[in-house]
């Protein structure tokens, strides 16, 4: 059975840091490219961040870009998103996803599993 677990959501000021991390288990990890979508209250949920399987490459939403990096470590079987510069439109619940040897897509059906989500709450 494959999961995903997020953790290191959390309540930050605006300007702040945090760091995301999802683990995996029940899936050929190496084998998986990794994203990072979120969804605030009344949005869809949209792409934040992926990397490949093989940590080759990196895709970045517009939004993101120049404060958030995302990396993995295939040993652990963990991603995570470190996310510095926090702005308040960065409020939601931020998901881990994976998806079997795609390229880093922003599009939420190529990703075959999806974890629960961790809040992210910035204030003002």
């Known amino acids: 059975q494959v999961q995903l677990v997020e953790s290191g959501g959390g309540l930050v000021q605006a300007g702040g840091s945090l760091r995301l991390s999802c683990s995996a288990s029940?899936?050929?990890?190496?084998?998986?490219?990794m994203g990072w979508f979120r969804q605030a209250p009344g949005k869809d949920r949209e792409f934040v961040a992926a990397?490949?399987?093989?940590?080759?490459?990196?895709n970045f939403a517009d939004s993101v870009k120049g404060r958030f990096t995302i990396y993995r470590d295939n040993a652990k079987n963990t991603v995570s998103l470190q996310m510095n510069s926090l702005k308040p439109e960065d409020t939601a619940v931020y998901y881990c996803a994976a998806g079997k040897f795609i390229p880093v897509v922003d599009t939420r059906h190529s990703y075959n599993y999806w974890g629960q989500g961790t809040q992210v709450t910035v204030s003002s």
């Open positions: 990397i490949r399987w093989n940590g080759g490459s990196t």
């Open positions: 029940g899936l050929a990890f190496n084998i998986y490219t």
